[in-house]
């Protein structure tokens, strides 16, 4: 199965700041077959980004996605106080499906 | 907008079976989706269960596919997820989704199933 390694585990930011996220694949895609998702406390996941930089209906263009192969990344321009959460990479080009272990970003 | 809502016991013994169901509504069960179970344990990631087409085909992950069973029930427009054999290391919020090709565009609030005797 394909195994995707994010990074960093976990992020101090201030509301504000541009931050980037890291999402590494084990095996080179055959299409751009990768997601992110972003889960607050208590809440369900919620799709952000899929086919890798398409914006799911309702998310703010701050939200930016890209990459290719087994390099993959997610960018949050302006991070806003709602924006503090986990957020998980998935690729759907291979089942099993599989998840990255999320990177957390909280308030500095 | 679609809704899902899981249902089943939050409780489990050990060698036991886990049965959930996830009601849906706003979109159709026999629409061209399938229907997926994700799990999370207690502080931990995302694990992906597997996934059910309205026709009933199946994708199951290796890791699980032994114990698993996924039905959909079209004439209540609700799927079912079934892991037998349970222990403690099935101790999770279980979600159930709304995908198309692997993307998980839609997830229910989740419910939390303890194994423990």
């Known amino acids: 199965e394909i195994v995707l390694t994010q990074s960093p585990g976990t992020l101090s930011l201030s509301p504000g700041e541009r931050v980037t996220l890291s999402c590494r694949a084990s095996?080179?895609?055959?299409?751009?077959?990768l997601a992110w998702y972003q889960q607050k406390p208590g809440q369900a996941p919620r799709l952000l980004i899929y086919g890798a930089s398409s914006r799911a209906t309702g998310i703010p263009d701050r939200f930016s996605g890209s990459g290719s192969g087994t390099d993959f990344t997610l960018v949050i321009s302006r991070l806003e106080p709602e924006d503090f959460a986990v957020f998980y990479c998935q690729q759907y080009d291979t089942s099993p499906y599989t998840f990255g272990q999320g990177t957390k970003l909280e308030i500095k | 907008q679609v809704q899902l809502q899981e249902s089943g016991p939050g409780l489990v013994k050990p060698s036991g079976t886990l049965s959930l169901t996830c009601a849906v509504s706003g979109a159709s069960i026999s629409g061209n989706i399938w229907w997926s179970w994700v799990r999370q344990p207690p502080q931990k990631g995302l694990e992906w269960i597997g996934e059910i087409y309205h026709s009933g085909n199946t994708n199951y992950n290796p890791s699980l596919k032994s114990r698993v069973t996924m039905s959909v029930d079209k004439s209540k427009d609700q799927f079912s997820l079934k892991l037998n054999s349970v222990t403690a290391a099935d101790t999770a919020v279980y979600y159930c989704?709304?995908?198309?090709?692997?993307?998980?565009?839609?997830w229910g609030q989740g419910t939390l199933v303890t194994v423990s005797s």
């Open positions: 989704a709304m995908s198309w090709v692997g993307i998980t565009w839609d």
């Open positions: 095996q080179n895609f055959t299409r751009n077959s």
